[in-house]
Structures are given as structure tokens and as C-alpha cells.
């Protein structure tokens, strides 16, 4: 590759704004473009101009309270060393960078905050090189290269006709993405949003792909459901993981054949919907335990995307704040303190609390962040810059570093899994079930001793209809058979033939409490 173009597709170190006295410029960005030319880039309250991305033209920093010495930003192999110009103006999470101090790349990955003369904050990170055709935003504030990422990939398959899981934490924004899918596909029927953790599961297969009239106690009439509902468009199915076995096998159904049967129906219906399912559980775990279906799994992720944590893109942060606390200030009339006239007036967002926002873990995400920046504009009203009451100062506490301890007694390290000596296709029913049993159902364990890998056993189950998963027992054979044995696991397990750890978590969800065996 010509080094011209190697050099290009290096993340540049840049600088963002995330307090500054007019608090409209939050988000503003500064490419040091000369760290990659192996030269010094000098900061300073003139120059040189800090730009919105997108935007040709910018502005200086232009605090007063600013030192007019500039700060030095030097490359030091794949890191940056920052020196001040005026010491004790310029810290790094409280602590004052006397005589200069190196930044490493993993530190420049995370972002690293820094806060001029009590006022200014900035965030020295990596920022992705700039693109002749960048995506478009889809709604989506932010510009760290996860999120050029995630964009581009939303790009790439939204127009391409087949099923999309998305993983991320909760709270991360996986119904915008969904959305932006929808938005940017050759579908013309309705966007429709379903969230199965808050459908009752006795309810669910009824919600889902409706019911006909009589189908159950208190069906007087047919129901449509939410996939006819989406006909011609996108169903988004939120939580996916909280599916029970009954609607898992349904949907299997129709992303296998493009029809459904209405609970009670007798006749299939055909559908033509895109389907969009999220989650933030780790289905791979629920398939060891037998809770989802492997084959479903591989249905939903035609293609996987995945929404990366607001802890992973710091540079978001900032704009994010201002995006929401925009919405609030425009509600209540007091637009006005994004821009002050006043240069010398003290920062609406001062200096403390954005680093605070910086560096915090986000556990709830966008959805926590968009939380917090209304409680601050709507506690904050009537005055001239945002002030922490008692209890979000406590909901942002920053993590302590634990002091140090001798280490604890380390744990024999896990076995690890043994090479598969044979392929699974290799392995016929008979041979599977006579393992299995002689295992009494541990997964592992049997695996080990057919000499397959663990992973390939789930699969050959799935195959194999005369075996089956703690998930596919019915409530009614569960809660028989637990009567029967007297709650032992042991003798439920044999009757069964499911894995035990498996049958143990169905059992516990049931309420039923199992005797110790």
C-alpha cells in the first residue's frame, strides 16, 4: 500500500470540546493533524481554530481567562506528550501537569480530559481521518470512529432484505438503529416496535402472531397481531432473548418459511416482514442452558451489529449532553445560556461537573445520560450555569481505586476445552444419546468424551428431534414431573434426559424449590 494511504487511514489525535463559555460550541473538534507529521501543535485562547465536523469554517478557543503561554502537544511515538504552558493552569482529571506528561495510546483510545484555567475542558483523543464521503448521521449524534462504524455497517445492509440483530447494552440505542434500518430500506409498510420483556408470556404468541376468535379463555374476537400489523415493513422485536419456547418455535417458523399460524388457527398466514430483534443477554450462554434456540440464533443475525457502550466513545459524550440539554432549555424557554454575551461570565457547564460527565462509567448509557442532562437543566432553572444537587452528585459518583490488598488465594484456573478430535457430522444419534446418558446429561462432559467440541454438541441436538433442551419441556410436564420425583433433580434429570444446571434454572423460575441431591 502506498504510504500515502497508510498514513491516511491512521486515527488522527484530536482535541474536543466539552465545557467552554459559550456553551453552544460544545462538540466543536481540532485535528492535530501535524502529531502524525511528527511536529509540535501549539494551543493557545487564538489559535488555532476549533470547527464543528462538517463545518469549513471555526473559531480560537478565545477565553480571556485562558494563558496566553500556549500549551504544546508533541508527539512521542504512537503517544502525545502535553506540556503546559503556564503551570498550574492546565490538569488532567484534578492533577496539574507540572513540567508535561506523556499519554500512552491506550490512554488516547479511552480519551483523556483535560481542563484549562478552571473553565475550558477539552478531550485529547483519536478521532477517525475525514472522509470525502462520510455516512450520513441517521439520527445519530456523535463522531467517534465506533459510531462512523456502526453507521457505515447500518448503510451496508439496511437495503439488503434480511433479517439484523443488534447487540449492545441496555440504554444504548438499539431502536434508533432499528429505525435508521428501516429508514434507509426499500420498505414502504410501517415501522413497528415490540419489546417482549414487557408482554406477559402467557400473552406473547397471541401479541405476536395473533389469535382467532375462541382460541382461548377471553378471545371474543380475531386479532391481528403485531406481524400483520408490520406487513410490508420492519418489526422490531426488542429484548428477543426474553422470548419464551413456544414463540421462539414460531419464529423460527416464519423466518424459515415466510408464514405463521395464528394461536387457535388452523390455516397459515403468510408474511412479509423484515424482522429486527435486539438484545443485550448473551444468547450464546442461554443456548448452553438450554433457554434459546441455537438454530434461532443463526436466524436473527442474517446480519449482527453491534452498538458499541458510551463508555467506549468519550468524544460522544459532550454533544450528547448538549443535544439533550438543548431539548430542555428550548422547553423552557432559557435557549439563551448556550450563548451568552458575556466572555468572562463562568461556563453554563462548569469545568468540575464536565469532567465528572467524562469520566464516568455510563452504566445506563444514552438513556442514562439523556436522564441526567434533564434532571440538571430542570433543577438548574432560573440560573446561570448547571449545579449538582445531592442526589445526582451521588448517581455520579466516580469509581474509587481500591486500596491495596494482598492478593487472594488464586482459584485453580478452568479446564480448559479439549480440541475436538473428530467432526460432529462424524457422530450419529445413537452414539450422541448413549454419551449423553452416560454423562447424565452434562453437556461438557459428553462432548469431551465423543471428542467433538462443546459448541458443535448444541447443534447436533438441534438436529436430532428425539432429544431435546431443559427449554423445550412444557410447564405442565416440568411441574408433573417435579411432583413425581419429589423435587430431586437427580431422578427429574433421568426421567427427562435434559442437562441438569438447565433443568435446575426452569425449575427455579417455575417457583418450584428442588431438594438438594
Not at 140 to 153: E, F, I, N, P
Not at 293 to 311: F, K, Q
Request: aromatic fraction near 4%; hydrophobic fraction near 40%; charged fraction near 25%.
Amino acid at each position: 500500500m502506498p504510504r500515502g494511504q497508510r498514513s491516511a487511514a491512521r486515527p488522527i489525535p484530536a482535541l474536543t470540546l466539552v465545557s467552554h463559555p459559550t456553551a453552544a460550541r460544545i462538540g466543536e473538534r481540532l485535528l492535530l493533524h501535524g502529531l502524525l507529521a511528527g511536529r509540535e501543535v501549539a494551543l493557545s485562547r487564538n489559535a488555532p481554530d476549533f470547527t464543528r465536523p462538517g463545518e469549513p469554517l471555526g473559531l480560537p478557543l478565545g477565553d480571556p481567562f485562558m494563558s496566553r503561554k500556549p500549551v504544546l502537544f508533541a508527539p512521542v511515538g504512537e503517544g502525545v506528550r502535553v506540556v503546559p504552558g503556564d503551570e498550574g493552569r492546565c490538569t488532567c482529571a484534578g492533577e496539574p501537569l507540572h513540567g508535561g506528561r506523556e499519554f500512552g495510546p491506550e490512554e488516547l483510545a479511552r480519551g483523556v480530559p483535560l481542563e484549562f484555567s478552571g473553565r475550558t475542558v477539552l478531550l485529547l483523543h483519536l478521532a477517525p481521518p475525514p472522509e470525502a464521503h462520510a455516512p450520513a448521521s441517521l439520527g445519530m449524534v456523535g463522531q467517534s470512529a465506533a459510531l462512523h462504524g456502526l453507521r457505515r455497517h447500518i448503510e451496508r445492509v439496511a437495503d439488503v432484505d434480511v433479517p439484523v440483530l443488534i447487540r449492545g447494552e441496555t440504554g444504548a440505542g438499539k431502536e434508533l438503529v432499528a429505525q435508521a434500518l428501516h429508514a434507509r430500506s426499500r420498505r414502504s409498510g410501517p415501522f413497528i416496535s415490540v419489546n417482549l420483556g414487557a408482554i406477559p408470556k402467557e400473552l406473547a404468541a397471541a401479541e405476536l402472531f395473533g389469535s382467532v376468535r375462541g382460541a382461548f379463555t377471553g378471545a371474543q374476537r380475531d386479532r391481528e397481531g403485531f406481524f400483520r400489523a408490520a406487513q410490508g415493513g420492519t418489526l422490531f422485536l426488542d429484548e428477543v432473548g426474553e422470548a419464551s419456547p413456544e414463540v421462539q418455535v414460531m419464529l423460527l417458523r416464519v423466518l424459515e418459511t415466510g408464514e405463521m399460524y395464528p394461536v387457535g388457527a388452523s390455516r397459515p398466514v403468510a408474511t412479509d416482514v423484515r424482522l429486527v430483534a435486539a438484545t443485550d443477554a448473551d444468547l450464546e450462554a442461554q443456548i448452553a442452558d438450554g433457554r434459546f434456540r441455537a438454530p434461532l440464533l443463526h436466524r436473527l443475525a442474517g446480519y449482527e451489529l453491534r452498538i458499541p457502550p458510551l463508555r467506549e466513545r468519550r468524544e460522544d459524550i459532550g454533544p450528547l449532553f448538549l443535544h439533550f440539554a438543548r431539548q430542555e432549555l428550548e422547553a423552557l424557554g432559557e435557549a439563551h445560556l448556550l450563548t451568552p454575551s458575556d466572555p468572562y461570565a463562568p461556563p453554563w457547564v462548569p469545568a468540575a461537573l464536565a469532567v465528572r460527565l467524562l469520566l464516568f462509567p455510563w452504566p445506563g448509557n444514552i438513556r442514562q445520560l439523556r436522564n441526567v442532562a434533564k434532571q440538571l437543566v430542570i433543577g438548574s432553572r432560573g440560573q446561570s450555569f448547571l449545579e449538582l444537587d445531592t442526589r445526582l452528585a451521588q448517581e455520579l459518583r466516580l469509581p474509587q481505586a481500591a486500596p491495596h490488598r494482598a492478593p487472594p488465594p488464586q482459584a485453580p484456573a478452568p479446564e480448559p476445552e479439549v480440541a475436538a478430535r473428530r467432526k460432529s457430522t462424524e457422530v450419529g444419534e445413537e452414539e450422541l444419546l448413549t454419551a449423553l446418558r452416560a454423562h447424565d446429561w452434562d453437556v461438557k462432559k459428553a462432548a469431551h468424551h465423543l471428542g467433538i467440541a462443546r459448541s458443535s454438541i448444541y447443534d447436533l441436538i438441534e438436529r436430532n428431534p428425539s432429544i431435546r433442551l431443559a427449554g423445550d419441556l412444557s410447564v405442565e410436564e416440568l411441574t408433573l414431573c417435579f411432583h413425581a420425583c419429589g423435587g430431586n433433580l437427580d431422578e427429574m434429570v433421568r426421567r427427562l434426559e435434559v442437562s441438569k444446571r438447565a433443568l435446575n434454572r426452569r425449575v427455579k423460575e417455575l417457583g418450584l424449590v428442588p431438594k438438594d441431591a
